[in-house]
């Protein structure tokens, strides 16, 4: 049974801090964050969709032009959200964003979001999912009819994570891969407070063993924010995934 408003107890972390380079000559100094989509920010969409989810407290991870996204937050109100910022003294990598806003994470486990991707999922089954299996943490992955633009993760019969595959453009045919959305665990998340990892992916999820972590996999919309070409797209895809959280999350 799906849980009304699942992100009500649930801390939700942005990982936003990086330089945005891929990015930058379409947006110029604009941040990712505040990319335009459909005249509305990018944030703007994606507060939309976790609220549909019940979200109530999120934390943006900000480096680059932090200036900008706190100002926007200034003077734009977002009814039902705290939303907490951290500004990254310097980049620090996904896992160093990770460890310098820990002491702000206070749920277990805790949604953590790429901030330059979305995958459209069901984050109340996502939550479901890592509830019942207890793992590390719980990775969105998605199949995709082509793999050779992404890294794939490999997957073991029952669900779990047994390894992960480097980005191969001679490697053709569907495959599931990083969709950039986690529930982790508070367990996790003190092990990387320890540790001087600098990527979530590459040095925390790939130094794990094997089945530590858990897969919510389906073939969800997903989309990179980070690149020029998927703007165009991307404001159909977050009308249809504010739509779905909102019903999703009025579920009980």
């Avoid at 994570?161 to 569907?174: L, P």
């Avoid at 389906?218 to 909102?246: K, Q, Y």
Wanted: hydrophobic share 45%; with cysteine.
């Amino acid at each position: 049974m799906i849980q009304q408003n699942c992100l009500a107890a649930i801390d939700v972390f942005v990982l936003a801090g990086g330089l945005g380079t891929r990015i930058r000559p379409a947006l110029g100094d604009t941040p990712k964050l505040l990319a335009p989509i459909a005249a509305r920010p990018y944030l703007k969409h994606l507060l939309d969709w976790l609220r549909g989810f019940g979200a109530r407290r999120v934390v943006l991870g900000l480096g680059y032009r932090a200036e900008a996204v706190l100002a926007y937050l200034k003077t734009t109100p977002e009814p039902g959200l705290d939303i907490c910022a951290v500004v990254e003294p310097s980049p620090l990598g996904t896992a160093g964003a990770i460890r310098f806003a820990r002491a702000q994470l206070n749920t277990d486990p805790v949604l953590v979001l790429n901030g330059d991707t979305f995958v459209n999922a069901d984050l109340c089954a996502l939550l479901a999912h890592q509830r019942e299996t207890q793992a590390l943490g719980t990775l969105v992955c998605v199949e995709v009819d082509d793999a050779a633009r992404y890294g794939r993760v490999i997957l073991d019969g029952k669900g779990r994570v047994e390894g992960f595959a480097e980005k191969d453009s001679s490697v053709h045919g569907s495959a599931t891969v990083n969709g950039g959305v986690y529930a982790l665990s508070a367990e996790l998340l003190d092990r990387i407070a320890m540790s001087e990892a600098k990527s979530l992916e590459y040095d925390v999820f790939q130094g794990l063993p094997a089945g530590a972590l858990a897969a919510y996999s389906g073939r969800f919309d997903f989309i990179d924010i980070g690149t020029p070409e998927s703007l165009a797209r991307a404001a159909d895809v977050f009308g249809a995934a504010v739509t779905a959280a909102s019903i999703v999350g009025g579920q009980s």
